[in-house]
């Protein structure tokens, strides 16, 4: 049984208390759970806002729950008994007096209330999981479909009634859409769904095609199972057709929704085809990368571009093709920044249009490259995955993009002059990563910062207008200031990963075991390792604030900004070293908001005295008051915040998990 749903059962399940937390924290509940569950395709995108997004996921939260009483609960009669429990309190749902107990319910109430939502969708649901207990194997092909008719098909129709776009049309079209779905997910599953003992490969077909029960159990698909396979995938592509037309006569947000489902669906068919019908071997997927290739796709899609790609391969080619092609990368890009950058996104609002739209593709290049490393599909090879990425973006620099970031990272190389190098630094950089790391001494170290994040100061000169080679031994402190101070805060969470930044040297020097900080041991030696690392990161940004001397007035905003708020992490992390072994800490986004806000004069070219503004005279200051104290620095007084960052609504870090310095920013 899974551990979240083993918990939450003993929570939530029958004979608990009635939960407490309102509708505000069952939403909350649902949130979490759609966006922790790892599905094929994403249940929620950015193109879903507003209120639809609650519907969904309590849609979605009721579906999964139901799947996991149907298959996580071992014993039978106890699955079929929390089934019939959880189907009992459907009736609540269009019942305004009616108080549902489960935070699921109450969150699916309000949906059912607000929107209209039909209780029969979901009646049909449980009679799909039901049917799995008693029914391991489909007879015929037909039979399966029946099938798909109560598993998959409902929630088609639930959505498009979330979105007020039902029509009996279109209800047809979505079943199509939905029920090859399911058929894709199961040939996708066929030794998964084996083992639990169902088999949803069609008994007439497996007959036709001389598939043995035995064939099934074998580490490798036979030559019979691999062409009933293919000849499935044939079909279902046919099914799929069949629904196309929804996405022309949708519109909205919901017509980007369905395309990525729908397309995501074909996606899955390609990978079994690929592996020539054996999904036994290896479980295909879609990878990370083929998830925003999608993504980006849909976008481009419904921002027009896909029908002028189309036109220029007709020879058709115009001014205005390049310019929405141009456009749909930026806002792809821009959605990257403002979604994942947390740290960063808040400095980038402080420059001109232009440089704003090449921060974001900078930082989009580098979240992807990232990770490719950190977040490989089962069976990828990120080594391998990372050089395609390498020669990817050789051949968009040579005219040939092939990612919807592309083009909005080679606008952004021409006009601001980046060295392409730099970039490809940046991919050495993070494929170091895909080894356990140790440096001998700070030199070693150095020059890893160097790798993931000096590159990255070089390009923004470059976006900042600074051409000034003197200004470059600053960039790369300025690095190894911002990297330096992930290091700590991440430390405990490398360790646990195989990854060790600190030079050896330094354990050595203060008696301080690697083993130590993996158990989170805080001791002594430990606290002086910190105030140590703490002291060199200071004097790295004591090196890096003689940049802004260099950099014109919108370069000099950011800068100050983004320096400001690692070295409010850093100086935050100085008060309570030992944190880092308990808790990933960042500051508050109100605090981040603050110092981006405080930067503006620098925006403006209308610069305080610099002993009002800079770090501390001696660079850096011995606290966090220091530096943005009420006597003049970056902030006034009592507007620092610092958090948990484990205490968002997810449950999870802003950003990413690795240590580079933009990817793992946020």
């Known amino acids: 049984m899974e551990t979240w749903f083993k918990r939450d059962l003993a929570s939530y399940g029958p004979g608990t208390p009635p939960f407490q937390g309102g509708l505000a924290r069952a939403r909350s509940y649902c949130q979490n759970l759609a966006q922790n569950h790892y599905e094929n395709f994403s249940v929620l995108t950015f193109w879903v806002r507003g209120r639809a997004r609650h519907h969904m996921r309590a849609v979605y939260a009721f579906s999964r729950w139901a799947d996991n009483l149907a298959d996580e609960v071992a014993d039978p009669t106890e699955s079929r008994r929390l089934l019939a429990w959880w189907r009992g309190q459907i009736g609540q749902l269009d019942q305004p007096d009616a108080k549902p107990a489960h935070p699921v319910f109450i969150a699916l109430q309000a949906s059912v209330l607000e929107v ?3 209780l029969e969708p979901f009646h049909h649901l449980l009679d799909a999981f039901e049917r799995d207990k008693v029914e391991t194997d489909h007879p015929s092909l037909e039979e399966l479909l029946d099938y798909c008719r109560g598993s998959a098909n409902p929630v088609g129709r639930l959505v498009l009634r979330i979105f007020g776009q039902a029509s009996p049309q279109r209800d047809e079209w979505s079943d199509a859409i939905c029920s ?14 084996r083992k639990i003992g169902r088999v949803y490969l069609p008994g007439d077909l497996r007959l036709r095609f001389g598939v043995t029960p035995s064939d099934l159990d074998q580490p490798k698909a036979s030559d019979a199972l691999r ?7 044939q079909y279902t592509r046919a099914l799929f057709r069949k629904g196309e037309p929804l996405l022309a006569d949708l519109r909205g947000p919901l017509a980007a929704q369905v395309k990525l489902f729908h397309d995501g669906g074909l996606a899955i068919l390609d990978a079994i085809e690929n592996q020539g019908g054996d999904t036994l071997a290896i479980r295909p997927t879609v990878d990370k990368l083929g998830k925003i290739r999608l993504m980006g796709q849909t976008l481009l899609g419904m921002s027009g571009l896909g029908r002028l790609i189309s036109a220029r391969e007709a020879g058709e080619r115009t001014e205005a093709g390049t310019a929405v092609s141009l456009g749909a990368s930026h806002a792809w890009c821009r959605d990257v920044a403002r979604t994942k950058a947390g740290n960063f996104y808040p400095a980038f609002g402080l420059l001109p249009t232009g440089q704003h739209r090449a921060m974001c593709a900078l930082y989009a290049f580098l979240r992807v490259t990232d990770d490719i490393a950190d977040e490989p599909a089962p069976g990828e090879d990120p080594c391998q995955s990372l050089e395609s990425w390498r020669l990817a973006l050789r051949r968009a620099l040579a005219g040939e993009p092939s990612h919807p970031m592309h083009p909005a990272l080679v606008w952004s190389v021409r006009t601001f002059g980046i060295d392409p190098a730099h970039l490809e630094e940046a991919i050495d950089g993070v494929a170091m990563d895909l080894q356990p790391l140790r440096f001998e001494t700070i030199r070693e170290s150095e020059g890893y910062c160097h790798k993931v994040a000096s590159v990255v100061g070089l390009c923004c000169l470059a976006i900042w207008g600074c051409h000034n080679r003197r200004a470059h031994p600053a960039a790369i402190a300025t690095g190894y200031a911002l990297q330096w101070t992930n290091i700590l805060r991440d ?26 900080i993996a158990r989170g041991e805080k001791t002594g030696p430990f ?24 950099l014109p007035p919108a370069g000099a905003a950011m800068f100050t900004a983004l320096v400001g708020i690692y070295q409010g992490l850093l ?25 981006a806000l405080s930067a503006w004069p620098w925006r ?12 501390g005279r001696s660079g850096g200051g011995g606290t966090l008051r220091g530096m943005i104290g009420s006597s003049g620095g970056l902030l006034g007084p009592g507007s620092l ?26």
């Open 116 to 118: 209209g939502l039909p």
């Open 527 to 550: 606290r002086q390792l910190m105030d140590f690392e703490i002291r060199r990161a200071r004097d790295y940004y004591r090196q890096a604030w003689r940049l802004r001397r260099h």
């Open 491 to 516: 430390l405990r969470e490398d360790s646990g990963r195989g990854r060790l930044y600190l030079p050896l040297e330094d354990l050595q020097r203060f008696g301080v075991s690697e083993e130590e």
């Open 604 to 615: 403006l070219n209308q610069v305080p005295k610099p002993g009002r503004i800079s770090p």
């Open 641 to 666: 915040g610092a958090r948990n960052s484990h205490g968002s609504a997810s449950g999870s870090p802003l950003g990413g998990t690795g240590t580079g310095t933009l990817p793992a920013g946020g």
């Open 571 to 595: 100086e935050h992390l100085a008060l309570m070293p030992d944190r880092v072994l308990d808790e990933r800490v960042s500051l508050s986004k109100k605090t981040k908001a603050f110092i």
């Open 227 to 233: 062409a009933l396979v293919t000849h499935l995938c």
């Open 180 to 193: 090859a779905l399911q058929l894709a997910n199961f040939w996708q599953d066929i030794g998964r769904d």
